[in-house]
C-alpha cells in the first residue's frame, strides 16, 4: 500500500530556533499533501494543504509566515516551524492524496512530536 | 461539510464484535461517509469508506443506513490492536478541495 514517512520522528529545539519536518510519499506521487497539529488527547487539527509546485493554503487561524509550507515536488513536502516556541510543542503530522476522486484515499505519516524548550 | 456525533468512548470484549456508531444527519447526498483510526502516538490510519451501499474489506465492514442519516463501523472480531481513537467523517471530494476534517472521534478499548 501507499507509505507516507516524516523525518525526524521526534525532535527538540530551543526556543527561538527553527525546525523544519520532512513528508515524503515513498512508493507514490502525491500532487496534494495536508499537514496536520495535534495536541495531547485532542483531535488533529488540519493546518494547510499543499499543492505540487503551488503556495500552500491555509486554514484560518494559521500562520502562514510562523509554519512555512514547501512542496517542491510530487514526493516531498516540508514544514518549518519558525522562531518555535513552547507553545508549537505538538504532534505533526502529514498526509498525502492518492488517486482520483472519489475512490482515492488519503495516507498519513506517522507523526513527528516536536518539543519546544 | 456534514457533522458527525460519535460516542466519546468505548469498549468490548477481546475476540468480539466491535460496534462503532456514528450519526451524521444532516448528510447531503454527494457526501461520502469515511473511517480512519489513529492509534496511540501514530499517525491516522485508512479503514473503509462509502456512499450509500455496505462495504466491507479485510479490516472492517461499514453499514449505512437506508436513509444515510447514520453508519456503523464493525470491527467483526476485535484484538487488543484494534485499541485506538475511530473516526468517522463526511466528506464531499471535490478534486480541488478535498481534505478531511476530524473530529472528536470514539475512543475504543478492547479489553483482554
Known amino acids: 500500500g501507499a507509505v507516507v514517512s516524516q523525518h525526524p520522528s521526534r525532535v527538540i529545539c530551543k526556543s527561538g530556533t527553527s525546525v523544519k519536518i520532512e513528508c515524503r510519499s515513498l512508493?507514490?506521487?502525491?500532487?496534494?499533501m495536508f499537514w496536520y497539529r495535534q495536541f495531547p488527547k485532542q483531535s488533529l487539527m488540519l493546518m494547510a494543504t499543499?499543492?505540487?509546485?503551488?503556495?500552500?493554503?491555509?486554514e484560518q487561524g494559521v500562520e502562514k509566515d510562523k509554519f512555512l509550507i514547501n512542496h517542491a515536488s510530487l514526493t516531498l513536502s516540508t514544514l518549518t516551524v519558525t522562531s518555535a516556541h513552547p507553545e508549537d510543542s505538538s504532534f505533526y503530522i502529514c498526509s498525502a492524496r492518492v488517486g482520483v476522486l472519489p475512490l482515492s484515499e488519503q495516507y498519513f505519516g506517522p507523526g513527528t512530536r516536536l518539543t519546544v524548550t | 461539510d456534514a457533522k458527525t456525533t460519535q460516542p466519546p468512548s468505548m469498549d468490548c470484549a477481546e475476540g468480539r464484535a466491535a460496534n462503532l456508531p456514528c450519526n451524521h444527519s444532516t448528510i447531503s447526498g454527494n457526501e461520502y461517509v469515511y473511517w480512519y483510526r489513529q492509534i496511540h502516538s501514530q499517525g491516522p490510519q485508512y479503514i473503509i469508506h462509502?456512499?450509500?451501499n455496505n462495504e466491507t474489506n479485510e479490516m472492517a465492514s461499514l453499514i449505512i443506513t437506508e436513509d444515510r442519516k447514520s453508519s456503523t463501523l464493525i470491527l467483526p472480531h476485535a484484538t487488543l490492536r484494534d485499541t485506538a481513537v475511530y473516526y468517522c467523517i463526511v466528506r464531499v471530494a471535490p478534486w480541488s478541495s478535498y481534505k478531511l476534517i476530524f473530529g472528536s472521534g470514539t475512543r475504543l478499548l478492547v479489553r483482554p
Open positions: 512508493d507514490f506521487q502525491a500532487t496534494t
Open positions: 462509502g456512499l450509500k
Open positions: 499543499s499543492n505540487e509546485g503551488s503556495k500552500a493554503t491555509y
